[in-house]
């Protein structure tokens, strides 16, 4: 099993509708989450860290399922400008100060 | 204004020369990172620094030096470069990752071709 797994896509999805995607950890002790954004040929930027209650930052939801050990981002009424690639990044505590990517889901919104 | 700053944006080099890429960050960090992309654009660390230390060495040929002459700075030296060397490498620099919730912010990254 992938340490860090993400489904790699593409999604192609039409401009309005609601996608979610789902990545999964490999070590039921690891701590910081987080979701990234990586334009095409840019850096990768936070989008929003992902806290265990739960978080929204407008149309973002982030969520941490601990039992289950995956987080997902829902991403609602989709904009053009939400194509791009996602990275679920993970503290996996192993004993080390290191954040573990995921392969990324890439994101393509159609008008 | 600039966070995490890193240069050449792009380097073209041919095979054997030795090159260096350059990072600061202005963001009062203790930690800083480099991390390669390659072309299947996955992201991967390669080093990691706190305040000046190597505290991550992920099994990069020796090849690879980094050098951190202050907590603000980590450059990446490379000997001998080979074709397989070619990627997009990131800097970056977070607080220490054992405080929860601290991100990595991330250089604009610079692409290497070893021709």
């Known amino acids: 099993r992938k340490e860090v797994e993400q489904d790699p896509g593409p999604f192609n999805v039409p401009e309005g509708a609601t996608v979610a995607f789902n990545c999964t950890y490999s070590?039921?002790?690891?701590?910081?989450f987080f979701w990234y954004r990586q334009d095409c040929r840019k850096e990768p930027k936070l989008l929003m860290s992902?806290?265990?209650s739960g978080n929204e930052d407008g149309r973002f939801t982030a969520q941490l399922n601990r039992a289950s050990q995956y987080i997902s981002l829902l991403i609602r009424d989709s904009k053009l400008s939400d194509s791009a690639t996602y990275l679920c990044?993970?503290?996996?505590?192993?004993?080390?100060?290191?954040?573990?990517f995921g392969t990324g889901t890439r994101l393509t919104i159609i008008p | 204004d600039t966070a995490v700053s890193q240069t050449p944006k792009y380097l073209v080099t041919q095979m054997g020369n030795d090159k260096s890429i350059k990072c600061e960050q202005n963001?009062?960090?203790?930690?800083m990172y480099w991390y390669k992309q390659d072309s299947k654009k996955f992201l991967k660390i390669m080093f990691s620094?706190?305040?000046?230390?190597?505290?991550i060495n992920e099994t990069v040929p020796n090849r690879f030096s980094p050098k951190s002459p202050d907590k603000a700075h980590l450059n990446l030296h490379i000997n001998s470069l080979e074709l397989g060397d070619s990627a997009v490498y990131f800097c970056?620099?977070?607080?220490?990752?054992?405080?929860?919730?601290?991100?990595?912010?991330f250089g604009n990254g610079t692409r290497l071709t070893v021709t």
């Open positions: 620094y706190n305040n000046k230390e190597l505290i």
């Open positions: 992902v806290y265990s």
């Open positions: 970056a620099s977070s607080h220490p990752l054992r405080q929860r919730d601290s991100p990595l912010h």
């Open positions: 963001l009062g960090h203790d930690t």
């Open positions: 990044v993970v503290n996996l505590n192993f004993g080390n100060e290191k954040l573990t």
């Open positions: 070590n039921s002790a690891s701590q910081s």
